[in-house]
């Protein structure tokens, strides 16, 4: 399964004043999201976001522009057909509460007149996918189910036909904060095995970071106000607006955005346990980090020594060690680490591998100078997500 | 309690008593495929709720006895006079719970079932009527017990089932015959209510699992 591009080409939506209906209208929207990415739409309440989201299933038929997906102009479709290639999700679920779990999933491999047996297969391997047990969940309704795990399975009923592109309205809008936290994450461990196009909408701009590969920033009236990967929103907001959106800790917000593995590691001076003190002691002395790190023969720490307390001569021991720093795994991203580094005595974190062998360290100063520098290399596919394993 | 009147009437009040149930079923069944039609309408275009409201609330508020007599000089002493009253009563009270029902069927079900390309038949068969149900079965339960009931008015241009029994009963001073056509059609109602609504929890398994 991979995704189609989705681009919208001039797109406007007016509504008559006098006509009743709570969708916001939309502006000249044109934007392109590439195959694969996650592009969300967020900004305040009527900015048009939702609006822009039906307009691509047509659900809402725009008043003027177009929407091509995968290069073929929606409206030139037969709308259920084009509907039945596009996941939806919605904040409400919209779960058929008069059918089971099951039932609820394979909707749309029905309506598309797959045999009994093969909707029965998908619908269980979906449910394993977004981590319902098929056994227990299938023959249930969805008022028996809690919020997010009927949330799941709005998303597996989404999955179900293996759309190219999917719309997402306030997919998590409607859980608490942990359980939310928790969806979206496994949610992005599934984007990456399935690589759909996503649309994305949310009014939640810390989501948006999060989960979007391309923010799309909108305003009252439908207008975009900026369009660009989440980094580049933070760190340059277009206008007064976008700014005042992001929210005045977009600083701290960039910091989410980038883990451990992605800044170049200091290297601290190591020595073990058996090692000359003398030749480590000079090693140290020359060093702008002017702290031995002992570490043991797999590399991982033992903890500091300062330079007063090595030895003159002879070898070093491990009791010598004393204090140690957080060990930031490499996956963790700097805001945590750097609210790590405010509460240690040491100002410098160790990162670590999956084997906790030191990989190098990260202070406190090297986070606040990334953060200053805007013009920094936007993480993407080209920058290896895993750093090497030593 | 005249019982050798009722142990040598056996069959006559078992032949009531089904005529009673083919005439009640045929205004009940009849009345409901008007009113679902009409409902869809409705449901389709408020502004045939108006109309539609209207003449139903009409034929409703007309004495039974008043509309049975307007109706013998054009179609007779007949069955079909007989049905005709019937079926107006069931309309009303069908017609609004079924647009009631539709009506009640969430917004973001209907959202949802659009956007994953039902069409509007599929929507209508496997979303909106199902879910429905519970009004639609509430419906059918009055206008099932008022067709029952009015059934006996009937008697007076020759059906009546039960409340022929009762007529006669009255006209002869047998008042065995007057209890029994009461008794069984208090009877008929209680059993076709409870039927109804075991029908209606079949139907509705989602309603009870919680």
């Not at chain 2, 599929?122 to 206008?143: C, E, F, N």
């Amino acid at each position: 399964m991979t995704g189609a591009t989705i681009q919208f080409e001039h797109v406007s939506k007016r509504y008559d004043l006098r006509a009743k209906g709570a969708s916001s209208a939309v502006t000249d929207l044109s934007l392109s999201v590439p195959a694969g990415k996650i592009c969300v739409l967020v900004g305040p309440s009527g900015c048009g976001k939702t609006t822009s989201l039906k307009m691509v299933n047509r659900l809402i038929e725009p008043t003027s522009g177009r929407i091509l997906v995968g290069g073929e102009d929606t409206a030139s479709k037969d709308v259920t057909e084009l509907r039945r290639g596009i996941g939806y999700v919605i904040q409400q679920t919209g779960l058929f509460p008069h059918q089971t779990i099951g039932e609820n999933v394979a909707v749309v491999p029905k309506l598309l007149g797959w045999p009994a047996i093969r909707r029965r297969e998908r619908a269980e391997e979906l449910l394993s996918l977004v981590g319902l047990d098929p056994a227990r969940y299938r023959d249930r309704y969805p008022q028996q189910l809690s919020g997010g795990e009927r949330q799941r399975v709005g998303v597996a009923r989404a999955l179900a036909a293996s759309p190219p592109i999917m719309l997402m309205d306030e997919p998590f809008g409607a859980v608490d904060p942990i359980v939310r936290d928790r969806l979206q994450d496994e949610f992005l461990g599934l984007q990456e095995d399935l690589a759909m196009t996503i649309l994305f909408v949310t009014h939640d701009i810390d989501e948006a970071i999060k989960m979007g590969d391309l923010v799309a920033v909108m305003q009252a009236g439908g207008n975009l106000a900026q369009f660009g990967p989440p980094d580049e929103i933070l760190a340059a907001p277009a206008d007064a607006f976008v700014a005042r959106f992001v929210g005045a800790d977009r600083g701290l917000k960039r910091l989410s955005l980038t883990v451990v593995g992605d800044v170049p590691l200091q290297s601290p001076v190591t020595a073990r346990p058996g090692d000359d003190a003398a030749q480590a002691r000079r090693r140290v002395i020359a060093d702008p980090f002017p702290f031995l790190l002992m570490v043991d023969d797999a590399n991982r720490p033992l903890g500091w020594v300062r330079p007063e307390d090595i030895p003159t001569a002879g070898t070093l021991t491990g009791d010598l060690a004393v204090g140690s720093s957080p060990l930031l795994d490499r996956r963790a991203t700097l805001k945590d680490a750097l609210s790590l580094l405010l509460d240690a005595d040491v100002q410098a974190g160790i990162a670590v591998d999956r084997q906790r062998s030191v990989l190098g360290l990260v202070t406190a100063d090297m986070i606040a100078e990334r953060m200053r520098d805007g013009a920094h290399v936007v993480p993407d596919e080209s920058y290896p997500l895993e750093s090497p394993e030593p | 309690m005249n019982w050798d009147w009722i142990r040598g009437n056996v069959g006559a009040i078992a032949a009531a008593t089904v005529d009673h149930v083919v005439l009640t079923s045929i205004a009940v069944a009849v009345g409901f495929v008007l009113s679902l039609g009409f409902a869809l309408l409705i449901h389709r275009d408020r502004r045939f709720y108006g109309p539609i409201s209207g003449l139903t609330g009409v034929l409703y508020t007309i004495p039974s006895l008043a509309l049975f007599a307007l109706l013998v000089p054009i179609t007779g002493l007949s069955l079909l006079t007989a049905e005709i009253g019937l079926v107006s009563y069931t309309l009303l009270i069908l017609t609004r719970h079924i647009v009631a029902g539709l009506d009640g069927v969430p917004d973001e079900i209907v959202e949802s079932a659009d956007g994953m390309g039902f069409s509007a038949s599929q929507r209508l068969v496997q979303v909106d009527l199902p879910l429905s149900m519970p009004l639609i079965v509430a419906g059918l339960r009055i206008a099932t017990v008022t067709t029952i009931g009015l059934v006996m008015i009937t008697a007076l241009i020759g059906e009546g089932g039960l409340g022929n029994l009762m007529l006669r009963g009255f006209n002869f001073r047998n008042y065995t015959a007057v209890y029994v056509g009461a008794i069984v059609t208090v009877g008929l109602a209680v059993v076709a209510d409870l039927a109804i609504v075991a029908i209606g929890r079949v139907g509705t398994p989602w309603t009870r699992r919680r």
